[in-house]
């Protein structure tokens, strides 16, 4: 069974910055052979993907909504995978998701929601 495990959330005022990180464990688990992405949810909206990143060697996808402000990155040595997120916008206010694909699955672009395994998110609230 894979955990995953955000944290980084917080407040911070429009234009400011963050960076999410992502822990990801379990028996034998290693994030290089995984597909992974990020995903957020606002109250009261649809989920939005945010993007994803398919495994060594593959593509990086994007939302337009977050296009050129966040950067997404990963560190299969530690298992671990991030968010960069710069010049936020109080409308990036949500509670944010990271995910793995199912073994051996590519992310098809930013709105591909074919999670397998994702936690239980981390707070982002932008705000003067």
């Known amino acids: 069974q894979v955990q995953l495990v955000e944290s980084g959330g917080g407040l911070v005022q429009p234009g400011g910055s963050l960076r999410l990180s992502c822990s990801a464990s379990?028996?034998?688990?290693?994030?290089?052979?995984?597909?992974i992405g990020w995903f957020r949810q606002a109250p009261g909206k649809e989920r939005e993907g945010v993007g994803c990143?398919?495994?060594?060697?593959?593509?990086?996808f994007y939302a337009e909504s977050v296009k050129g402000r966040f950067t997404m990155s990963r560190d299969n040595a530690r298992n671990m995978m991030y968010l960069q997120m710069n010049s936020l916008k109080p409308e990036d206010t949500a509670r944010y998701f990271c995910?793995?694909?199912?073994?051996?699955?590519?992310?098809?672009?930013?709105?591909?929601?074919?999670?397998?395994?994702w936690g239980q998110g981390t707070q982002v609230t932008v705000s003067s």
């Open positions: 379990g028996p034998g688990f290693t994030l290089d052979y995984y597909a």
């Open positions: 995910g793995t694909f199912p073994l051996g699955v590519s992310c098809g672009g930013p709105y591909d929601y074919g999670y397998y395994n």
């Open positions: 990143i398919n495994n060594s060697g593959g593509s990086t």
